[in-house]
């Protein structure tokens, strides 16, 4: 099971740090990452990263999210600086036995947690 937490009400240019709790099926898988849908659009990819440390982000938060995992604790997270209301929707977490963009790669997903961004 995947559990995502730490949305919430931000102003463009604040910060917010997305948590993922991994258990279960999930806490070995090969990658872990973040997708985001905002209303009225599909998900979309935003970063990911394996068991061995390699990163992929997407190019509109290059610069501005890392990602990161504690596998002690089984932990994801996505530290979110400079947001902008671009940035606004709900924010999910997957599990992957691949390495990829697509969320069709990835077949374990959290709950999704809303990330707001007042203009």
């Known amino acids: 099971q995947l559990q995502a937490s730490g949305g919430g009400l931000v102003q463009a240019g604040g910060s917010l740090r997305l948590s993922c709790a991994a258990s279960g099926r999930t806490d070995d898988a090969y990658s872990m990452g973040w997708f985001r849908q905002a209303a009225g659009k599909e998900r979309e990819f935003v970063a990911a990263?394996?068991?061995?440390?390699?990163?992929m982000t997407a190019d509109s938060v290059k610069g501005r999210f890392t990602i990161s995992r504690d596998y002690a604790k089984k932990m994801m997270t996505l530290q979110m600086n400079s947001l902008n209301p671009e940035d606004t929707g709900v924010y999910y977490c997957?599990?992957?036995?691949?390495?990829?963009?697509?969320?069709?790669?990835?077949?374990?997903w959290g709950q999704g947690t809303l990330v707001t961004v007042s203009s």
């Open positions: 990263m394996t068991r061995t440390g390699l990163t």
């Open positions: 997957a599990s992957s036995k691949g390495w990829s963009r697509r969320s069709t790669s990835y077949n374990y």
